[in-house]
């Protein structure tokens, strides 16, 4: 599994770009946003909000 940290309020379509490229490549990814706003801006990578803590129901589809 490869971890990107990203801010998704500003980088989100990038930081999905490259998760797609990851998980071309046959491995899962798990995308951590360190953004500071609520805004998201990415479309269907798994998702580990920093703002609500790295407890399980906290991952997401974006």
Known sequence: MAAIVA?????????A???RVIEQ???KTL???V???NRRN???ARVVSTRRG????SCKRA
């Not at 801010?7 to 930081?15: H, M, P, S, V, Y």
């Not at 790295?54 to 129901?57: M, R």
Request: hydrophobic content about 25%; aromatic content about 8%.
């Open 7 to 15: 801010t998704l309020d500003t980088k989100g379509r990038e930081t």
């Open 35 to 37: 953004g500071t706003s």
């Open 54 to 57: 790295l407890a399980g129901n």
């Open 42 to 44: 990415s479309s269907d």
């Open 17 to 19: 770009y490259l998760a």
């Open 25 to 27: 490549w046959g491995r």
């Open 31 to 33: 995308t951590i946003d």
